[in-house]
T-cell receptor, first 118, second 109 residues
Framework: GAVVSQHPSWVICKSGTSVKIECRSLDFQATTMFWYRQFPKQSLMLMAT?????????EQGVEKDKFLINHASLTLSTLTVTSAHPEDSSFYICSASPLGRVTYNEQFFGPGTRLTVL | KNEVEQSPQNLTAQEGEFITINCSYS?????LHWLQQHPGGGIVSLFMLSSGKKKHGRLIATINIQEKHSSLHITASHPRDSAVYICAPLGAGSYQLTFGKGTKLSVIP
């Protein structure tokens, strides 16, 4: 149980194009999903917290207009990298916290999406 | 801000050896995750613990909340255990994880 999937697992795109990454909780409902980014040889960094039915909360330094997050249902959150540039090339990982948890101790991670912008 | 330190940063072990990875943090927490990241990048949550000790197969995780320290042990290590192990404490009253830089483990046959 508690499986989180991401699609696509990798994507290569041209500079200036937009890329959408999906994060799905397959066997549970997730009130909250988290989006992380990891540059080579660095720690994961939280980009934004996504709550179903409301606007995402972005971390300082993360451009909300560039990284559009939609959490339209309890099992799906999407991250769209708009007008992607080479510096956006990174490993993007989502995690999901199950519905009904009083705290957010439990987070289940997706397998990640590797984005390469040419 | 929670400062998370992991040691060692890199670890090479012979197959069968007992492995210990340490994690210390600076601010009180409600729970701590141990994560495993394989070369392809995917992350697997190994443990989430808030006190004491948990065991899953050859993996054991312990935490001492008062000392702000946690350890991950691997018994009878195997080459398939080769990965980066990441400690991620969860702040008290928070939903945000703070990630350590990871410990890269290589187990040699």
């Amino acid at each position: 149980g508690a499986v989180v999937s991401q699609h696509p697992s990798w994507v290569i795109c041209k500079s200036g194009t937009s890329v959408k990454i999906e994060c799905r909780s397959l066997d549970f409902q997730a009130t909250t999903m988290f989006w992380y980014r990891q540059f080579p040889k660095q720690s994961l960094m939280l980009m934004a917290t996504s709550n179903e039915g409301s606007k995402a909360t972005y971390e300082q330094g993360v451009e909300k207009d560039k990284f559009l997050i939609n959490h339209a249902s309890l099992t799906l959150s999407t991250l769209t990298v708009t007008s992607a540039h080479p510096e956006d090339s990174s490993f993007y990982i989502c995690s999901a916290s199950p519905l009904g948890r009083v705290t957010y101790n439990e987070q289940f991670f997706g397998p990640g999406t590797r984005l390469t912008v040419l | 801000k929670n400062e998370v330190e992991q040691s060692p940063q890199n670890l090479t072990a012979q197959e069968g050896e007992f492995i210990t990875i340490n994690c210390s943090y600076s601010v009180g927490i409600s729970a701590l995750h141990w994560l495993q990241q394989h070369p392809g990048g995917g992350i697997v949550s190994l443990f989430m613990l808030s006190s004491g000790k948990k065991k899953h197969g050859r993996l054991i995780a312990t935490i001492n909340i008062q000392e702000k320290h946690s350890s991950l042990h691997i018994t009878a290590s195997h080459p398939r255990d080769s990965a980066v192990y990441i400690c991620a404490p969860l702040g008290a009253g928070s939903y945000q994880l703070t990630f350590g830089k990871g410990t890269k483990l290589s187990v040699i046959p």
